[in-house]
Structure formats: structure tokens, C-alpha cells
């Protein structure tokens, strides 16, 4: 398996909190994603990074925001976290836009 | 929206039967992927067919691609209760706002 690791795994928090997730990898490819999963919808996009410090927005993302100050690392922040942001969200890697995407395991997120 | 459409939504199978997944989409691509999902775990990649092939094979997966009709195919043959998964197709295409984008999946269950 691409060496991808998600932190936390699970988390619940409450509405109006700042909540981060973590994805590190092992396997120095470019480019980085923040999915989200929900029921209906299927996997949609939120941010990508194309390499440190460069980053641009996804279908959905109103609400959050990514950082990337090492190619190891993509972080994604929700400001203030609502309802409607409970979700399972994931984090992809690959070495090019037109590549396969290498997955996480995923961090389920609930907010009441 | 160049989004994949899977069909069936959802496919129950006996093991050792062939299980036969469909995917639509409705502008050009420069190519197409298939992905797995086991519960509670990441996505898999399995396969990419560019747009200027017509069938790939890996194991037990035959994939197809019809340009003209733009849709593609996932045969599982002879299938085992392992192969109980989400499956996905994800469609590439390059230009302006290109990214990878992701049907709703296709639920396959495979009975011992």
C-alpha cells in the first residue's frame, strides 16, 4: 500500500469548533487531495495541492481551507465547523494529475 | 458535469459467477479509472484504460471503453466473496479545471 496516513481516524466535536486533519505521506508524489464521502454523493473534491504552498479549491470547498508547507504534508481545517460537515473525508495522493490516485484509510468526522 | 454514472447501483452475485459493472459519462476524456472500496477502508485503484484503448485486462478484471457510446465496462470473472466491495469509475479529463471525478459507486455483494 502507498504509504498515506490519516489523523485522526475518528473524531467528534462540537458546531463553531476549529477542527484540523492530517495527511502525511510516505511517497513524495506532487500532488495532493481532500475528499469528502457522503451517502447520495459520492467521493467530492475540496482541495488539491500541486505542490508546496500551491493549492487550489475543489467542487465543494465553502468552509474549508488546506495548507501544504511540505511535500509530506496537507493539512485541512474546517474555520468553524457545522452540521453539514460530518462526513468521512479522505486524503489521495499521485505523482501526476493524470495518474491513478493512491487513497487513505479515511477520518470519520461527526459534528453535533 | 463529465461525471461517471455507475449502473447497477447496487449487484448481488453468486461466487464463481461473473459480475458485469457499467459507467457513463457524457464528454471526451483523456482517460478512465476503476477503483474498489472495502468497508470502512480507502479507495483502491485497479485499473486505468486510456482513451485511445479499448480493453484492458489485470487478473480476474476485464475492462472495456467505448468512446462513441462513452461508457465503459468492469467484468469481474469468477468472482469470490472477496470481491464483495464499493466499486467506482472516475473519469480524467486535461484542460481547463481538469481533475479526476468520481461516480456514486456500485454496490457488489458476492454470496459464498
Known amino acids: 500500500d502507498a504509504g498515506i496516513t490519516q489523523s485522526p481516524r475518528h473524531k467528534v466535536t462540537e458546531t463553531g469548533t476549529p477542527v484540523t486533519l492530517r495527511c502525511h505521506q510516505t511517497e513524495n508524489h506532487r500532488y495532493m487531495y481532500w475528499y469528502r464521502q457522503d451517502p447520495g454523493h459520492g467521493l467530492r473534491l475540496i482541495h488539491y495541492s500541486y505542490g508546496v504552498k500551491d493549492t487550489d479549491k475543489g467542487e465543494v470547498s465553502d468552509g474549508y481551507s488546506v495548507s501544504r508547507s511540505k511535500t509530506e504534508d496537507f493539512l485541512l481545517t474546517l474555520e468553524s465547523a457545522t452540521s453539514s460537515q460530518t462526513s468521512v473525508y479522505f486524503c489521495a495522493i499521485s505523482g501526476d494529475f493524470n495518474q491513478p490516485q493512491h487513497f487513505g484509510d479515511g477520518t470519520r468526522l461527526s459534528i453535533l | 458535469s463529465q461525471q461517471g454514472e455507475e449502473d447497477p447501483q447496487a449487484l448481488s452475485i453468486q461466487e464463481g459467477e461473473n459480475a458485469t459493472m457499467n459507467c457513463s459519462y457524457k464528454?471526451?476524456?483523456?482517460?478512465l479509472q476503476w477503483y474498489r472500496q472495502n468497508s470502512g477502508r480507502g479507495l483502491v485503484h485497479l485499473i486505468l484504460?486510456?482513451?485511445?484503448?479499448r480493453e484492458k485486462h489485470s487478473g480476474r478484471l476485464r475492462v472495456t471503453l467505448d468512446t462513441s457510446k462513452k461508457s465503459s465496462s468492469l467484468l469481474i470473472t469468477a468472482s469470490r466473496a472477496a470481491d464483495t466491495a464499493s466499486y467506482f469509475c472516475a473519469t480524467y479529463r486535461s484542460g481547463a479545471n481538469s481533475k479526476l471525478t468520481f461516480g456514486k459507486g456500485i454496490t457488489l455483494s458476492v454470496r459464498p
Open positions: 464528454t471526451s476524456i483523456n482517460n
Open positions: 484504460i486510456r482513451s485511445n484503448e
